[in-house]
Every structure is written in C-alpha cells, then in structure tokens.
C-alpha cells in the first residue's frame, strides 16, 4: 500500500470519526475539534496525515522513511517491516506517549495522529502481506478483503 493510499485513508477515517463524534470520547481530545473552528479542524486533519504515514518509518524506501533515513534504518534492523511499528502495542506507547506530552502536542493534532495511525495499521492489516497487531506474535487477525486487492492493484 502506498503513501497515498494510506493518507486517503488515513483522512477518511478522522472524517468518520468526527462525523459521529468518536472523538468526543477520546481522551485526548478535551474538545470536539470541529467545534473549535477551522484551524483546530486543519491540525485534526494534519495530524491524521502525519499519523497515517508515520507507522512506515519501519521501511527505509517509504514516504516518511526517506524523510528520516538514519531513524528508519534503525527501527527497520530492530524490528523489521510491518513489526512493532506496526502494532497495538506501538498504538498504546504512542497514545500514551501523546497523554504525557499533552503539554507540549496539543490535544486536537494528536488526536488526528492517533486516527492516522490506526487507520494504517487496519489497512495494512487487510492486505495480503499482512501486519503484525500483536507484535512480537505472529499472529494475523484480519484476511486480506477482495475490496483492498483491489485497491492495491491499481
Ligand atoms: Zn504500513
């Protein structure tokens, strides 16, 4: 799946989350960002963005891994593609990571990176490669749909 693919996706995704107001019962997000008006709405957004992409920092040839190569090649000899990034444990580090640091990530972008995150981690997870939910087990909890071989063919 590529970069772009996982942005759409990625933005879909904050968009159905705040279409029914998913977000208000998150705890990062004190306020319903749409509710703050159209700047807080466009860090909601990018922050879905930069979450979207962010779980391939594991693959130093991807979007984000070419923008941080040294950090990408690092993580990719620790773990591997499509590992511990990759992961519902790396989803609770990162969510818990934004709650501490809440002072310096305002509540409404981080709440977009985690929509992002998560929203790659599933669609990776329906493709035929697969993702590692319960890294370091190897273990694939979703079959790859018609509807993402699809996808990916184009
Ligand atoms: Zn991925």
Not at 21 to 50: K, R
Not at 57 to 71: A, C, E, N, T, V
Not at 85 to 106: D, M, N, R, W
């Amino acid at each position: 799946m590529n970069y772009k693919q996982h942005v759409m996706i990625g933005l879909a995704s904050a968009g159905i989350a705040s279409y029914y107001d998913l977000t208000s019962y998150y705890e990062l997000s004190a306020v319903y960002p749409f509710q703050q008006g159209l700047f807080h709405t466009g860090l909601y957004y990018v922050g879905a963005i930069f979450g979207s992409l962010l779980p391939d920092i594991d693959h130093p040839s991807s979007y984000i891994g070419r923008k941080l190569p040294g950090l990408s090649k690092s993580i990719s000899k620790l773990f591997g593609h499509r590992g511990f990034t990759h992961s519902i444990v790396c989803v609770a580090a990162l969510y818990f990571g934004l709650t501490e640091l809440k002072e310096q990530v305002p509540s409404v972008p981080a709440l977009g990176i985690t929509i992002g995150y998560i929203s790659h981690l599933l669609a990776d997870s329906l493709t035929p490669q697969g993702a590692q939910l319960l890294y370091p087990l190897q273990v694939r909890l979703f079959k790859p749909t018609t509807f993402m071989k699809k996808l990916l063919r184009r």
